[in-house]
């Protein structure tokens, strides 16, 4: 079904990675659809069956609730959920931290709801991996006793700012998994409001691309170093490999083969993918497959609402304007940086795009009465 799945997707969109004269990158064109409309609405439906089994609400505190009701006069420990059952794929500036504060509203709400149960408290071990700390990343990612590996493998839950690649490194190939995309020109000057000194200096977003052409992975030197200039060309592909591993963002050799290893699991790895832009109905799809993250839920002791919170804005103070002021930066960048976020971000804006009707498609699954049962 996932190969299939992946190509159907592409011709029913008519998509293709390359611009009509095939320059930019070296994908090949995408197929077009050779069946009938009829076929494909066939093609369509089977996609949605699939998203409703894959989008079944689950519990993630099934096993505790197993455990509380086996317990005994005789039980001592507390009730542990077993490890690799959930994580969120973070990527920055996209709502990843709104959404690990939203996530984590959740699970303290289901903790205080088992708190209920005198004689045994309930043991959430929940952990973290982020690019941010990029020589921790690095190093726990490459050393193999680092001590990261055992904190992983005993986690119940994770929040990954890191590739998928980092998350099947690390065994959790089977754990629920949800992300939340934005759009790929919105992200990236985001990232730039939002680094505009630490990263990159107080520059131009223009001529950091200009010296990202002209000297490749080298350009680190004159701007910030670990994921900085990462996150301004194609970083969303880049978090949804789980097959390739490159950081260097200058090599597109492989590109093809990125964005097919990024476009299989955008479609079929997730439980939800949500958008940033379409956030009420994200949150309502997120409450749909996991019915402890809704908003209200019945049945706490303290009666929480998780609202979806706004974090990390963009700072009032970048410390590059003149005598160390602000420079006040538009919310949409003109039309040349614009252009030249779009020209170094070709493949998420073409995953994008599949996003968007994953989106559609899912919310489809979400409203099937099978979905439930």
Not at 1 to 6: D, P, V
Not at 182 to 189: A, I
Not at 196 to 220: E, I, P, Q, R, W
Not at 291 to 304: H, I, M, N
């Amino acid at each position: 079904m996932k190969s299939f799945y992946c190509n159907f997707q592409l011709a029913l969109l008519l998509l293709s990675p390359l611009n009509s004269s095939g320059e930019g990158t070296n994908l090949r064109p995408a197929p077009r659809p050779s069946g009938s409309f009829e076929e494909l609405e066939i093609q369509q439906e089977n996609i949605i069956n699939d998203l409703v089994e894959r989008m079944k609400p689950r519990n993630f505190f099934a096993d505790a609730d197993a455990a509380f009701d086996n317990t005994t006069d005789n039980t001592i420990d507390n009730i542990i959920i077993p490890p690799k059952q959930f994580f969120h794929l973070h990527h920055m500036k996209s709502g990843g931290s709104s959404l690990n504060r939203f996530l984590g509203c959740g699970l303290r709400r289901a903790k205080s709801y088992y708190s209920t149960h005198e004689e045994h408290s309930l043991q959430l071990n929940q952990q973290r991996l982020s690019e941010c700390s990029y020589s921790y990343f690095k190093q726990c990612t490459t050393e193999t006793d680092h001590k990261c590996n055992v904190k992983f493998a005993d986690a119940a839950y994770m929040e990954y700012c890191a590739p998928l690649s980092a998350t099947e490194k690390f065994g959790w190939g089977e754990a629920d998994a949800v992300t939340m995309l934005r759009n790929p020109v919105e992200r990236v000057w985001s990232m730039f409001r939002f680094q505009t000194k630490s990263c990159f200096k107080c520059h131009n977003l223009t001529d950091v691309y200009d010296t990202m052409d002209k000297k490749g992975m080298k350009a680190m030197k004159e701007y910030g170093g670990g994921v900085c200039l990462g996150q301004l060309t194609n970083h969303i592909t880049r978090n949804l490999q789980s097959i390739i591993n490159n950081d260097d963002w200058s090599d597109h050799e492989k590109d093809n083969a990125r964005f097919i290893d990024a476009l299989n699991n955008l479609q079929n790895r997730f439980v939800v993918v949500g958008l940033l832009d379409r956030l009420d109905e994200t949150v309502d799809l997120l409450s749909h497959s996991f019915p402890w993250l809704k908003p209200e839920l019945e049945g706490t002791t303290d009666e929480v609402k998780c609202d979806f919170p706004h974090v990390n804005s963009s700072p009032g103070h970048n410390g590059c304007g003149e005598h160390g002021g602000h420079w006040d930066l538009p919310a949409l960048p003109d039309d040349a940086t614009r252009m030249a976020i779009e020209d170094h971000n070709k493949l998420d804006i073409k995953l994008y795009e599949v996003a968007k009707q994953h989106f559609e498609l899912q919310l489809k699954a979400a409203k099937d009465p099978s979905t439930n049962e």
